[in-house]
């Protein structure tokens, strides 16, 4: 199992903004496709933003676009998520996944997963 591994989460007030950082090592391959995903209390875990291939093409969810960019430090193995004006709803805690695979946005597509990170966001 290769180990995900993120930071970066913490309590804001809305309006506010946070980077989060996803480290994976025992891969030297490298992932094809990284993602960030979320999950609320009561819910199911969501995509959230995704970046893909050489040219690190990305994708986001509706609900976050404008607000949230995903962008990666190859030489570092990391993706990050930089989030701004956050907002309550954006409340959840917050998973990296990675895949060899070209992916997009379904959970099943992606083949390994960090432990999460919990984002709160204050009204």
């Known amino acids: 199992q290769v180990p995900l591994v993120e930071s970066g989460g913490g309590l804001v007030q809305a309006g506010a903004s946070l980077r989060l950082s996803c480290v994976h090592s025992?891969?030297?391959?490298?992932?094809?496709?990284m993602g960030w995903f979320r999950q609320a209390p009561g819910k199911e875990r969501d995509f959230v933003a995704r970046?893909?291939?050489?040219?690190?093409?990305?994708w986001y969810a509706d609900s976050v676009k404008g607000r949230f960019t995903i962008f990666r430090d190859l030489a570092q193995n990391t993706v990050y998520l930089q989030m701004n004006n956050l907002k309550p709803e954006d409340t959840a805690v917050y998973y990296c996944?990675?895949?060899?695979?070209?992916?997009?946005?379904?959970?099943?597509?992606?083949?390994?997963w960090g432990q999460g990170t919990q984002v709160t966001v204050s009204s």
């Open positions: 970046i893909r291939g050489t040219i690190g093409l990305t």
């Open positions: 025992g891969h030297t391959a490298g992932f094809n496709t």
């Open positions: 996944a990675a895949t060899e695979r070209f992916a997009h946005t379904g959970l099943r597509e992606y083949d390994y």
